[in-house]
């Protein structure tokens, strides 16, 4: 039982390149989650979703998009990248149902270092 | 508007002693939920305990308690006789309780260190 995963761990960008990271669950979780960790700032939420084919803004959206092309797959993307989004980022998900009382389940993470 | 905070950036002690690690949370909604996470320095954020705002029970489990009040705001986490693998980053995160979306919303986080 896999849980979460995300691909890669770890990457090196240099300013303006682009890359996705992928994120796969293997629970049949509907919602699924992007956050990112900064020192001295917890995790922000940068985008999500409530099911396949649907995605919404976090808290920290810009400079990132998503896509939810299928319910086990969550991908982040980076058009351009910037230093600003060297980050160590966390895809999380959970069952879907109105309450919050759903406990997350987050992958490894991916730390990304913008040159 | 939804706010964690834990004022304690970092905390050391030794091991055996006693810790408590602070949480504060605002929101206006009359349910809700609260979690704790430990992200020890493997990384991965591994889930502790999740407590809705209609139980304020205090809940130990092993050498862990929190204490949940109401009246305070607060959900702090006490490790009794603490030991060198609860050195970790812990997180304190808030809920709504319902017709939501799910998202947590984080503390900054706590750093514990526990030496020998």
């Known amino acids: 039982n896999a849980g979460v995963t995300q691909t890669p761990k770890f990457r090196v960008l240099k300013t303006g390149q682009s890359m996705t990271l992928l994120c796969a669950q293997d629970m049949n979780h509907e919602y699924m989650y992007w956050y990112r960790q900064d020192p001295g700032m917890g995790l922000r939420l940068i985008h999500y979703s409530v099911g396949e084919g649907t995605t919404a803004k976090g808290e920290v959206p810009d400079g990132y998009n998503v896509s939810r092309l299928k319910k086990q797959n969550f991908l982040l993307g980076l058009e351009s990248a910037a230093p600003s989004q060297t980050s160590v980022y966390f895809c999380a998900s959970r069952q879907g149902s109105p309450s919050g009382a759903n406990v997350l389940t987050f992958g490894a993470g991916s730390r990304l270092t913008v040159l | 508007a939804q706010k964690v905070t834990q004022a304690q950036t970092e905390i050391s002690v030794v091991e055996k002693e006693d810790v408590t690690l602070d949480c504060v949370y605002e929101?206006?909604?009359?349910?809700?939920?609260l979690f704790w996470y430990k992200q020890p320095p493997s990384g991965e954020l591994v889930f502790l305990i999740r407590?809705?705002?209609?139980?304020?029970q205090n809940e130990i489990s092993g050498r862990y308690s929190w204490n949940f009040q109401k009246s305070t705001s607060s959900f702090n986490f006490t490790i009794t006789a603490s030991q060198v693998v609860d050195s970790a980053v812990y997180f304190c995160a808030l809920c709504h309780g319902s017709g939501n979306t799910g998202k947590l919303i984080f503390g900054q986080g706590t750093t514990l260190q526990v030496k020998p």
């Open positions: 929101t206006r909604d009359t349910t809700y939920y």
């Open positions: 407590r809705n705002s209609f139980d304020e």
